[in-house]
């Protein structure tokens, strides 16, 4: 599985009222599920999303998530 298509995964596991497919939508979250949301990525593949990242809107699209989990594993 590549890394958006398992970022998909946990987005639709965790945001269970709606289902991503298009990977350039904004994510309309609170900042809780916003937490939820970054400790699943980190435990799903084994990293740590520097702090200077954890900004909603630095991570608010399948692409921008994927990128920035590229960069740092």
């Not at 350039?24 to 435990?43: A, G, P, R, V, Y």
């Not at 740590?48 to 740092?72: C, G």
Request: glycine residues 2%; charged residues 25%; negative net charge.
């Amino acid at each position: 599985m590549d890394i958006a298509k398992k970022i998909v995964t946990i987005l639709n596991e965790t945001l269970e009222s709606e289902e991503i497919n298009d990977y350039n939508s904004e994510l309309i979250i609170d900042s809780l599920l916003f937490i939820k949301i970054i400790i699943k990525l980190e435990d799903a593949f084994g990293c740590e999303i520097p702090a200077s990242k954890l900004l909603l809107s630095e991570l608010n699209t399948v692409t921008k998530i994927t990128s920035i989990i590229e960069s740092i594993i």
